[in-house]
Each structure stands twice: as C-alpha cells, then as structure tokens.
C-alpha cells in the first residue's frame, strides 16, 4: 500500500508542473502570435527578394582536355576561376537547386593560342558558361581577369645554376667558396625562351655574420613561362677561420722585344695575401704569375709597377710588396 501511495503521490505532483506550464503558455499567448507573425514577415520578405536582381559569384574547377602528350605547361594553371553573375533571386535558387557540376572543362585545341601560350580569359569563361547559365543569368565578370599558361612541345636544355646572395663574415673569418648541387639543371620552355636562355639564377638571399661552413636550401629564379628542374638547389657557404701568409715570387717581364734584356731591383716581390687556415699549407709561391710590362718603360720613367697576373681561389687582400721597381734595360747579342 505504501508502495501506492508513493506512485500516486509522485504523478500527482507531476500533475501540478504541467498544469502550472499549462498556465504561463496561456500567459505567453501573445508572445507566440507575435512569432507567427514575424515568421510570416520573414517569408514574405524572402519571396520579395527573390523577385529583385541580385549579385553572386560562382567558383569552378578548371580542367584542361585534349592536351597532346608532347605539351608540358610551363607556367602554373590556375585551379579555379570565379565568376561574377546577376539574376533574380528565383533564378539564381534554381540553378544551385539544380546541384550544376562546379567542373568547367577547357579543350586545348580549341583555345586561343600565340607564342606558345593559351590565354584563358573572360570570354572564354561566358562562352563555356552560357548555356549552363542559361537566359535568365547575366554573366558579368571573371577573376582572374586575363591568364597566360606558357607550354611547350618538350623541348629542354640544360643551363649552370648562377648563385645569387650576398655573403658577409664574422672578424677573422673568410668565405672560401660556394658549392651548389646539382650544379647545373634542365629548363622546359618556349623555344624563343630557350634560345636566349644560358644560364640560371638562385633567388637573391642574404647570409649575415657567418663564422662557419653552412648548408642550405636556395630555390631558383625562373622567369614566366620557364619551367626548371628541380626548382631549387643545395647550397654549400664554406667559412674559415683566416690567417695572413707571405710568399717571394719571381717577377718576370713580358711584352719585351727579342732584342732586349730586362733586368728588374729586386729580382722577387712579397706577395702578402688572407688565407682560411685549411688551404693555409696548400699555397704556395708557384700558384702566382707577377711581371712587369715593357710597355710600362716607353715613357722614360725609373720605376714601373709590378701587375699580378695570376693567384690562386681562395684567397682575398692580395697585395704585392714592393708596388713599384727599378729597372735597367740592355740590348741583347
């Protein structure tokens, strides 16, 4: 019986709650007559607008068809195109109603083409689109605008890559050259490009305050409508710590008659000259040429100056001591 009592007294309870929500809707009545009619208002508003032209854009897919197996395109496709149009709001319902494919298919061969080069631009664009538009869709514009896409028939050629940088070091640190792998690359382009085209650029970056060797990765420079392969290239910055070293070079005289005999006071010259300490032992006096010019004589002067003609890679603040010698010269029998 207890058991009884307690169900009885539970629905009871639950009885009241919903009778008492019962009374604040009675309450709220006018509250949800407004709703209905804001409800109301919002349809007629939305079936107002659908009368009234109205602005969108639409964004497609592009893919290009029938393009023949020799053709590799050598600048970027664009992906997708957008178009601005204009319609009444029912026209524009229905064709997204309609779930149109957002693909629009280019046919290569029937493009405009010149200099190697399709131009895909907004007329081609209403000329794809009008008949899936339909009459009642204005087609307004495109964006972009205009695109080139360069191509070309597959013809490469392979060009040394160029490094562009500007390299500095820290005190008592010397750049002791530049290695990029792969040191040359295959460029895809225009034969009117290829023809003009011999060598290849690195993108100009800068290198601060460096005090040892680094590794980096720098991407290539190619002008619109040249494809390279790969796009960019190792590069190895190779910094050392310097030391200043000194060697006697013989100094020989060129240009001199068959006749004549130069003699030169001194015989050698100091070559002083900056060296990372690796290639310290490696340099030595044979890796230089320093002569004198005959020429440098005909104007009756005692000294002539003394010319560096050859020095080795490596090697930076290069100077020779002394600048200037004294000469005699004697006829030869």
Not at 23 to 50: C, E
Not at 190 to 212: G, I, R
């Amino acid at each position: 019986m207890s058991k009884s009592r307690d169900h009885i007294q539970k629905f009871t309870g639950a009885c009241r709650v919903l009778a008492r929500r019962l009374r604040l809707v009675r309450i709220n009545r006018n509250f949800l007559v407004f709703l209905v009619f804001l409800a109301v208002a919002i349809i007629f508003w939305f079936m107002q607008a659908l009368k009234e032209d109205t602005a969108t854009q639409f964004t497609y897919k592009i893919h290009i068809t029938n393009v023949p197996k020799e053709v590799i395109f050598t600048s970027e496709v664009p992906k997708t195109v957008t178009v601005s149009v204009t319609g009444r709001g029912w026209n524009i319902l229905e064709y997204l109603s309609k779930n149109e494919s957002d693909d629009i298919y280019v046919d290569f061969h029937e493009v405009e083409k010149s200099r190697s080069k399709i131009t895909l631009d907004s007329n081609l664009w209403r000329r794809l689109l009008i008949h899936r538009l339909g009459n009642n869709i204005k087609f307004v514009a495109s964006n972009p605008g205009t695109q080139d896409v360069y191509y070309s028939n597959g013809k490469a050629k392979r060009v040394p890559v160029v490094f562009d940088g500007t390299i500095t070091t820290e005190l008592q640190h010397l750049l002791c050259g530049i290695h990029m792998k792969p040191d040359s690359i295959d460029i895809i382009a225009p034969t009117y490009m290829l023809d003009s085209l011999n060598e290849v650029h690195t993108k100009h970056m800068e290198f601060k305050d460096l005090a040892d060797t680094i590794h980096t990765t720098m991407p290539l420079h190619a002008a619109t409508g040249i494809k390279v392969m790969p796009d960019s290239v190792n590069v190895e910055i190779c910094v050392d710590l310097f030391t200043e070293k000194t060697v006697e070079v013989p100094i020989y005289c060129e240009n001199i008659p068959s006749n004549k005999v130069m003699r030169t006071f001194p015989s050698k010259a100091k070559v002083t000259f900056h060296v990372s300490a690796t290639l310290f032992n490696d340099i030595s006096a044979n890796d230089f040429i320093v002569v004198v010019d005959f020429n440098d004589t005909k104007d009756g002067r005692q000294q002539c100056t003394l010319h560096l003609r050859t020095q080795p890679e490596g090697i930076s603040h290069v100077n020779i001591i002394p600048e200037k010698i004294e000469y005699i010269i004697e006829q030869s029998f």
